[in-house]
């Protein structure tokens, strides 16, 4: 029954910005952890943010002082802010619980980052 809907992606130039919008259905918020994933073309997803149940983020080094993931759960949304984009940042980026649930991936948004 959860259903994960990300959006805000598109094409930007080196240094630019986007915010991602994942909005979840299924009442997981409050309950469990949120990522961000992303994959590139014949690759696996890696994990580049996430916020726990409780509020306390984490950041893979690769992104560390340039996104900022944050949740509503009055909203049962989770947030990407995505500053200062690098082209190896172009993926598709995905949310998802934390670890992922292989039942809930959607279609994620298309990120890509112009030099």
């Known amino acids: 029954q959860v259903q994960l809907v990300e959006s805000g992606g598109g094409l930007v130039q080196a240094g630019g910005s986007l915010r991602l919008s994942c909005v979840a259905s299924?009442?997981?918020?409050?309950?469990?952890?949120m990522g961000w994933y992303r994959r590139t073309p014949g690759k696996q997803r890696e994990l580049v943010a996430h916020?726990?149940?409780?509020?306390?983020?984490n950041y893979a080094d690769s992104v560390k002082g340039r996104f900022t993931i944050s949740r509503d759960n009055a909203k049962e949304t989770v947030y990407l802010q995505m500053n200062d984009l690098k082209p190896e940042d172009t993926a598709v980026y995905y949310c998802?619980?934390?670890?992922?649930?292989?039942?809930?991936w959607g279609q994620g948004t298309q990120v890509t980052v112009s030099s």
């Open positions: 916020i726990t149940s409780g509020g306390s983020t």
């Open positions: 998802n619980v934390l670890p992922y649930n292989v039942l809930y």
């Open positions: 299924g009442n997981i918020f409050s309950i469990n952890a």
